[in-house]
Structure formats: C-alpha cells, structure tokens
C-alpha cells in the first residue's frame, strides 16, 4: 500500500475485555513503532520492533499490553483485560531504519473502553 | 528523562500572519528533532527533521531552526493559510534506533 495502515480506526470495548490492534506497515521499512496517544498528552512509546532483533519493549505501562511481529511485515498490539485509562489513539510509525530517518505514522486506532 | 515542552498550547491568527511555535527539550543530547503536523482522525506527517548538527530547515513556507546547548527549537510559518490550521507536534530522538519523545503539541488555528 501506499502508507501505513491501522484497523480498526476505532473500537469500543468493555473494561475487562481483550482487544487487539493491527498495523500494516509501508512494504521495507523495518523499523515499527507504537505509541499511545491519551487526551491532552504527547505520544508515549510504547514498543519497537527493528528487523528481526528484540524488541525494545521499555514503554509498555503493564504486563497486559504485548505486541508482535513477524519478521518486517504486520503487527499486533494486544491490551488484556482493558481498563478504562487505557482508552487512546495508539498510533504505529515505520521507517527504513531507527531513529535516522523519519517516522511514517498510520491514521491511529481511537479505543474506548467503557 | 527528557521533557518536551510546546508553547503556546494553543494559538489562533488572521491569515496571512507570520508565526512561531515554541519548542524546549531538557537534555541537549539529542540526535535529531522533528516537526510533525497532526490532522483530526488522521496520523502525523512528517515537516522538517533536523539533524543535531544542523542549525536549520526549510520547506516552502516553513522553517525550523535548533539550538541544541539551549535545548529549543523553533518552528516559523510563513504567510500562514487556513489549510494551515492543525496541531503542530515537535519531537525529539535520543540516538539512531531509539523512539521519538514528543511535547503536547500546539493546536493553530488560522481563520479566513
């Protein structure tokens, strides 16, 4: 595709419910980042994925937020037994490589959770 | 921890004005800055990208500098538009391989 993808571009879900996010990155880029964007506050990283390395998973808020890639292609962000402050925009952002080159952002999943 | 501030919050102008939004980082080592304009229900594009080496970019009507031992950078808007008219986000990078670290933003509003 032409850009990053995300789906769904929203979601409302129950507290207590699972609830996972999906991004498509732009086709070579190997770096894929998360972020969370909540009401009123900048980005917050959530995790990185470079090529086939670990992942950076330093900005997770808790053991109930994971995600995967396989290889340079999708991603999933999964969110366990949400709460309602993990309602967001989570935003996912690729580039051909970390940190030199610019970041190429999807449109965002808006989640509420009630 | 770095700390990106954004001032003002919020700003809104004739068009046809020329304006500056405000950026401040707490720790100078960075490894570069961007610019990134956010539209309601769609992702951040990218404006300018400034390397810690640079003092400044320009894209048309937009010109960004960096002062990195004050830790601020600028963001300048030429004749602004109200296609203009977006929140304005500045973020900053640590090293190559590392994630953006982003301010709140300044939401600009252009009137006709």
């Known amino acids: 595709g032409a850009g990053v993808s995300q789906s769904p571009s929203n979601k409302v879900t129950e507290k207590g419910k699972d609830v996972e996010l999906r991004c498509d990155p732009i086709?070579?880029?190997?770096?894929l980042y998360w972020y969370r964007q909540r009401l009123g506050q900048g980005l917050e990283f959530l995790i990185y994925?470079?090529?086939?390395?670990?992942?950076?998973k330093s900005g997770l808020p808790s053991d109930r937020f994971s995600a995967e890639r396989t290889g340079e292609s999708v991603s999933t962000l999964t969110i366990q037994r949400t709460q309602q402050e993990d309602s967001a925009v989570y935003l996912c952002?690729?580039?051909?490589?970390?940190?030199?080159?610019?970041?190429?952002f999807g449109p965002g999943t808006r989640l509420t959770v009630l | 921890k770095q700390e990106v501030t954004q001032i003002p919050a919020a700003l809104s102008v004739p068009e046809g004005e020329n304006l500056v939004l405000n950026c401040s980082f707490t720790?100078?080592?960075?490894?570069?800055l961007q610019w990134f304009r956010q539209d309601p229900g769609k992702g951040l594009t990218s404006l300018l990208l400034?390397?810690?080496?640079?003092r400044e970019q320009t894209s048309g009507r937009l010109n960004a500098s960096l002062d990195k031992s004050s830790g601020r950078s600028t963001l300048y808007i030429a004749a602004s538009q109200p296609g203009d008219s977006a929140t304005y986000l500045c973020?900053?990078?640590?090293?190559?391989?590392?994630?953006?670290?982003f301010g709140k933003g300044t939401s600009l509003l252009v009137t006709p």
């Open positions: 952002a690729g580039g051909p490589s970390g940190g030199t080159d610019t970041q190429y």
């Open positions: 086709s070579g880029h190997t770096a």
């Open positions: 973020a900053v990078s640590i090293g190559s391989g590392y994630a953006l670290n």
């Open positions: 400034i390397q810690s080496s640079q």
């Open positions: 720790d100078s080592a960075i490894y570069n």
């Open positions: 994925f470079q090529g086939n390395s670990a992942p950076d």
